[in-house]
């Protein structure tokens, strides 16, 4: 009986028909509603709140990527279509539409969560008008000119872990102070530095470690849209997907544990690092367990644009719920060269100061 809920959640689609005319509605971030463009008929997602989480380790099977083509059937124009990636809303070879899935069950976690776009497409572009002006090293016409050829909002797939750390530690860290030492010549001054070794236990609990699962983007790219209000998540609801795309997870739960990891052992040993008074670190070991570790699949919005500069494509990112953007663009030779030129300029200035004031 799970097997086939499963099944018909798949194969069921982001496909919402207007109750007054029939045609597609999609779901607009500006209205926080599906909404029919024919006869402009709004419908708000019954809103449901999405904290709970899964352990992590009675999952991590279930979380395993497995890769291959899989069947697509479209429920607008009945065409099917053979797509080797990890979307589970993609585009139509035949007609267009966007709200496509496999019609076969897929193996693998369902998306718990979801957080519903509230940037709209329009507002969306104006953030990646405002990001490329603040490029220092953009060209002129770019930014004048700036419009996007490609734009696609996205649900992204993620995990957010939460867990307990316990942490033992041992190191050897130094404070310097200063003597005064007599020489031939009279005194001098010099600093030296009084080691001390450190050792003990550290305990932390986090949560809400956001760790990307796409193959669109990477952790690095994530990190620089965040953050993502999180609390605000809801239990996921297709209807939210109507006229976005969304990506499965290409990343296994056990991968995307370790990159969390990878976030979390850094701002541990700073944590422990914080509570001695130092200058300089000899060395510091860190053993870290991992207990209680609990995670949630969601789905974060996205916008995707990709634009072109001289038959070169460029691409920047815009959080679908705060704006916040980050990306790539192109450089100009012309105002690096005079950055450059400036600063040789000043170097050169201050050598000739020095000197003159050497002479004098």
């Excluded at 402009?40 to 279930?62: I, M, N, Q």
Aim: net charge positive.
């Amino acid at each position: 009986m799970q097997e086939t809920d499963n099944q018909q959640q798949q194969s069921s689609a982001a496909v919402v028909k207007c109750p007054n005319c029939g045609a597609d509605m999609t779901f607009d971030p500006s209205l926080g509603a599906l909404h029919c463009e024919y006869c402009d008929t709004a419908l708000k997602p019954e809103k449901t709140a999405g904290g709970f989480s899964r352990d992590f380790f009675t999952e991590r099977e279930e979380g395993e990527v497995e890769g291959g083509a899989s069947l697509y059937r479209c429920p607008n124009c009945g065409g099917e279509a053979e797509i080797d990636n990890f979307d589970s809303t993609v585009e139509c070879p035949f007609c267009g539409a966007t709200n496509i899935v496999r019609t076969e069950s897929l193996k693998g976690l369902k998306p718990d969560t979801i957080l519903p776009f509230v940037v709209s497409r329009e507002n969306a572009l104006e953030c990646g008008r405002k990001w490329i002006k603040k490029r220092l090293y953009a060209p002129r016409k770019l930014k004048k000119n700036f419009t996007a050829d490609r734009f696609k909002g996205v649900y992204t797939p993620s995990f957010v872990f939460g867990t307990r750390t316990h942490s033992s530690y041992e190191g050897k860290l130094g404070e310097h102070y200063t003597v005064t030492v007599r020489t031939s010549k009279g005194t001098r001054t010099e600093v030296r530095t009084r080691w001390f070794f450190v050792s003990g236990n550290f305990d932390k609990a986090y949560r809400d470690v956001v760790v990307e699962a796409s193959s669109a983007i990477d952790q690095q790219q994530m990190n620089k849209i965040m953050p993502y209000d999180l609390d605000n998540k809801e239990q996921y609801k297709k209807e939210y997907l109507a006229g976005f795309a969304a990506e499965r997870y290409s990343s296994s739960l056990d991968d995307s544990f370790e990159t969390a990891k990878a976030m979390i052992d850094p701002d541990i040993r700073q944590c422990i690092l914080s509570q001695y008074r130092y200058d300089v670190i000899g060395y510091l070991n860190v053993n870290t367990g991992y207990s209680d570790i609990r995670f949630n699949y969601t789905l974060l919005p996205m916008w995707l644009c990709g634009y072109k500069y001289r038959d070169k494509l460029y691409r920047f990112i815009v959080n679908g719920r705060t704006g916040k953007s980050t990306g790539k663009s192109p450089v100009s030779v012309f105002k690096v060269l005079i950055t450059v030129a400036v600063a040789l300029g000043l170097v050169g200035f201050f050598v000739w100061l020095f000197m003159y004031s050497g002479l004098a």
